[in-house]
């Protein structure tokens, strides 16, 4: 059977994914050729046809899918738009308390000093979403088109050049047939794709693997999980922000977690979890309930609260050394698809707005000339090392990988040397592992750690991962083929379960994998996948030590809901 032509549309650029690189980019890039166009009298230069700007999102709304802990510095939206608090930013509060404590399971140590990482007075307390959905109003307003509910499924190429992208069909049944409401995905062609999915984009990957853009080291990633909660007033202090870890977990593994005020007394809570740990028990859900239920301060601070929402995102952790090269012919990396939070500093904002910034004046280059080679995106490399954004995350180059030797040599020696030496410290360059490379057989850990008690939430200050599920706003249709591939779900009934104790039902923030039994077959263990719970953080993609499970997009408009976010 012949597939059917598809519908495609030309556009000049194409940005993948509505978060603040895509949207900080579209929007310097219009204003940049209006400015170019009025100074062309003056200059001698030719004007520039005002391109065609179309911009994709995978969530039914812009800004659904935007979690963040974001507290922002403000260096990067004042270059892109100076009045920016005139326009009506959504700025919740202006930090002017920061913090680093060491918690216990019996009291709070507060540092009387606050490293540099942590400094964040004058940064702004925002909601991620928000602040997109602001964006986004500020390139409709300059004449950019925004689609959200288009999920991109695979990058199109012809030879070395890549050309754009297909979005995924819309209403295929669980068994890959087409239903009554099936709809042919699109062929979207462009002079310049800009990749900005995220963490772990599935276009981002294929791009990555098939022009071999890899970098000097592999990426590595933590997992955060958010919370929002509701306080009481008396206890809501708009202005604080707290970084900080659990002692003595601290100098095991480097679990970090954070806290800051929001409006009509909103707290969010965050605490991240490495995902290069050695323990097949790694849990991050389970690590963020247990900070809960173990720290003094956090029971008193949500006695009384309620809980509003619940998130879970991956983060790329490997700074400068795991950047992919950020272009090759006809596209460019932005945001965390180029690696660009800085890890050291937990912040990720502002960078991802710099770097949409430099893939604008770059696309600037390639209009003016009507090229999009590499000969001319490779100005974006250039602009970037000579930003300020290079230089911030040199401080931070070898922050993972310190800590990979060792937390105690990280945190007690080289990261310290580091903000001495502006992130040198005492190796040049530390090699890092992937992720799920360093997870250890169950046999091979301390007796003491292979069989956890079970988590018994108290479903007042903790609670299971199903029942967050329910404060994530996830969505997706129920007859569809899961967007999580397994490659070969045999390895999961045999090696990986005698091997590691299948720790996707760990790892997992949203109880979407889980070992059934085979009717018929006592004692036998099969996969059951709750595709439908998925929040779309990747940490399966991620932290699988097999390397079998893939993130897809699924249909256009599903996933979780951060609007409060």
């Known amino acids: ?144 088109e925004i689609y959200p509910g288009f999920a991109g499924d695979q990058i199109l190429t012809e030879g070395d050049r890549v050309v754009g992208v297909r979005t995924g069909d819309m209403g295929v049944g669980k068994d890959g047939q087409p239903k009554a409401n099936y709809q042919q995905g699109m062929d979207i062609i462009a002079k310049c794709t800009v990749l900005g999915e995220g963490v772990r984009g599935s276009m981002t990957k294929q791009l990555v693997d098939r022009f071999d853009m890899h970098g000097k080291n592999p990426q590595t990633f933590e997992t ?67 900070f809960k239920r173990d720290s003094p301060f956090m029971r008193d601070l949500l006695d009384g609260a309620e809980l509003v929402r619940y998130g879970a995102k991956c983060i790329p952790t490997g700074g400068i050394y795991a950047q992919p090269k950020l272009y090759t012919n006809g596209a460019m990396l932005v945001g965390d698809s180029a690696s660009m939070l800085n890890i050291m500093k937990l912040a990720g904002v502002h960078m991802a707005i710099k770097t949409g910034m430099l893939a604008a004046e770059t696309i600037i280059d390639g209009l003016k000339i009507d090229d999009f080679s590499t000969k001319t995106l490779g100005n974006y490399a250039e602009r970037f090392k000579e930003s300020w954004a290079y230089e911030e995350h040199m401080e931070g180059r070898n922050f993972t990988g310190s800590n990979e030797i060792s937390p105690l040599f990280g945190m007690l020696l080289n990261i310290p040397l580091m903000l001495i030496t502006k992130g040198r410290g005492l190796i040049p360059f530390i090699k890092t592992e992937p992720s799920h490379t360093m997870m250890k057989k169950i046999w091979e850990m301390p007796k003491s ?117």
């Not at 997992?508 to 009717?519: H, K, Q, R, S």
């Open 1 to 144: 059977m012949t597939e059917p032509e598809r519908e495609s549309m030309e556009v000049d650029i194409l940005y993948v994914g509505a978060g603040p690189a895509t949207l900080a980019s579209a929007y310097h890039l219009m204003k940049k050729v209006e400015a170019h166009n009025e100074a062309c009298e003056k200059t001698g230069e030719s004007p520039i046809e005002p391109p065609t700007i179309l911009v994709i999102e995978k969530a039914a709304g812009v800004g659904d899918h935007q979690l963040s802990g974001a507290v922002m510095n403000p260096r990067a939206i004042k270059e892109l738009m100076p009045d920016y608090l005139e326009q009506g930013f959504p700025s919740e509060h202006v930090v002017t308390k920061d913090y680093f404590w060491m918690f216990t399971r019996k009291g709070t140590i507060k540092s009387p000093v606050t490293p540099p990482m942590f400094k964040k007075r004058g940064y702004h307390v925002i909601s991620l979403s928000n602040v997109v959905k602001w964006l986004a109003e500020k390139c409709e307003e300059v004449g950019i």
């Open 224 to 290: 955060g999980i958010k919370e929002i909660w509701r306080v009481k007033p008396e206890k809501h202090q708009p202005g604080r922000v707290v970084h900080g870890s659990m002692f003595p977990d601290f100098f095991g593994e480097i679990n970090g977690m954070w806290l800051y005020d929001m409006q009509d007394n909103l707290i969010s809570y965050g605490y991240v979890t490495p995902l290069g740990s050695e323990d097949p028990n790694n849990d991050p859900h389970r690590g963020a309930q247990e």
């Open 449 to 565: 750690l292979r069989n956890p008690p079970p988590f018994e939430p108290d479903g007042v200050l903790t609670f299971s991962k199903e029942h967050l599920v329910g404060f994530s706003g996830t969505q997706h249709e129920a007859d569809q083929q899961p967007h999580l591939k397994v490659a070969d779900t045999n390895v999961c009934a045999t090696s990986c379960l005698r091997d590691y104790g299948n720790p996707c039902e760990k790892f997992c923030p949203a109880a979407v994998y889980e070992m059934i039994d085979v009717a018929g077959k006592p004692g036998e263990k099969e996969l059951f996948i709750h595709h439908e719970n998925c929040v779309h953080c990747k940490t399966c993609d991620v932290a699988d030590p097999y390397q079998i499970i893939t993130w897809t997009t699924p249909q256009g408009g599903e996933g979780p809901d951060y609007t409060q976010m």
